[in-house]
């Protein structure tokens, strides 16, 4: 068989069937804002499913983590600005956090689901309900900050190595 052949055959067969990427290395992005989202694998961490950076445009990283809930189990995410390191109180990381809610995922057909913990592959698009107007309303937001507000969606852009 030629590398020709091999080629065309190659060319035929999805992208999707090629490679899967798992959750903790996937790279997401917003078509408004160009906002993006890097996932990391989260450590072994008994509590935190998830970890990622949300990188917004003027430098803005917001450090965000999935916990899942107790009693009606739902991926409860967090997007936090600029939060105290060490040990920190309550208080101390409300005022730091910028979004909070349950983030969803959607496969190819645009079927809703919950976010997945680390290990299984990615979903093609995540949503973080009202994630715009709470960042808008943010201090990471306005002169000093961020100016591109981000959508609720983003789409798998790719994997990291």
């Known amino acids: 068989m030629s590398a020709v052949s091999v080629a065309a055959g190659m060319a035929m067969i999805p992208a999707t069937a090629l490679a899967a990427c798992p959750l903790e290395l996937a790279v997401y ?4 804002s ?3 989202i890097d996932f990391r694998p989260t450590g072994g961490s008994a509590v935190i499913t998830n970890t990622f950076k949300m990188v917004l ?12 809930t107790e009693g009606v189990a739902r991926p409860h995410g967090s997007l936090m600005y600029k939060c105290p390191t060490g040990d920190v109180t309550g208080d101390e ?27 299984v592959n990615a979903p093609k698009t995540l949503i973080f309900p009202d994630l715009g107007p709470s960042l808008q309303m ?3 937001y306005g002169a000093n900050g961020f100016s591109k507000v981000p ?6 852009k790719g994997c990291q190595e």
């Open 57 to 68: 445009d003027h430098g803005v990283v917001l450090d965000g983590i999935v916990m899942w």
């Open 34 to 36: 160009e906002a993006g």
């Open 151 to 156: 959508w609720d969606v983003f789409s798998l």
């Open 138 to 140: 943010s201090s990471a």
């Open 93 to 119: 990381l409300a005022a730091c956090t910028v979004w909070e809610g349950v983030v969803y995922s959607a496969d190819e057909k645009g079927n809703i689901a919950l976010l997945p913990a680390e290990g």
């Open 29 to 32: 992005g917003d078509a408004e």
